[in-house]
């Protein structure tokens, strides 16, 4: 049983920063991508980053390159998403996601295992 638990949400003030942490416990196989997706109300979920098992290949929705990074330790099974120059508009649940293969993708119905969400609230 695959379990994702997401961490470092919050409120924050416009412009300032959080880091969200990810841990996998019951690893799904030998090597897989990880992501993050997030939900604001009213919303359909929508992708925010990923990352491939090695690192090498990560992946950004358009509209956040440049104030978004993600990064992964496979030793701690644990991928980090950070999130800077944050927005009010960036206010949702962020959801930590896996998927089953090394190769990282935006699609949400690619990952097979997700966390329960961190709600992240950005404050004008």
């Known amino acids: 049983q695959v379990q994702l638990v997401e961490s470092g949400g919050g409120l924050v003030q416009a412009g300032g920063s959080l880091r969200l942490s990810c841990a996998a416990s019951?690893?799904?196989?030998?090597?897989?991508?990880m992501g993050w997706f997030r939900q604001a109300p009213g919303k359909e979920r929508e992708f925010v980053a990923a990352?491939?098992?090695?690192?090498?290949?990560?992946y950004f929705a358009d509209a956040l390159k440049g104030r978004f990074t993600i990064s992964r330790d496979n030793a701690k099974n644990t991928v980090y998403l950070q999130m800077n120059s944050l927005k009010p508009e960036d206010t949702a649940v962020y959801y930590c996601?896996?998927?089953?293969?090394?190769?990282?993708?935006?699609?949400?119905?690619?990952?097979?295992?997700w966390g329960q969400g961190t709600q992240v609230t950005v404050s004008s």
């Open positions: 996601a896996v998927r089953a293969l090394p190769i990282a993708t935006m699609m949400i119905a690619e990952y097979d295992y």
């Open positions: 019951g690893r799904p196989n030998s090597s897989y991508a």
């Open positions: 990352i491939s098992w090695s690192g090498a290949n990560k």
